[in-house]
């Protein structure tokens, strides 16, 4: 049941969630995987394709 979400839809949701220059890395799979900024930090965004829900995210690249 439920709808699906395109890639672009994803892509809204994480920037609804205050997150800027949001691209798409990977809509392929279940989970769309976003990367996009907020702060100073960059961070990596998955969201369920089968309901829109942001699931994950993490920043992305330490420093060393």
Known sequence: GGRSISCA???????????????????????????GWRGNRQFEIAVRRSNGRVVDMRPVGRRR
Do not use: L, P, Q, T
């Open 9 to 35: 839809e994803g892509a809204r949701r994480v920037r609804s969630r205050g997150f800027r220059n949001v691209r798409a890395i990977n809509c392929s799979g279940r989970y769309f995987v976003y990367r």
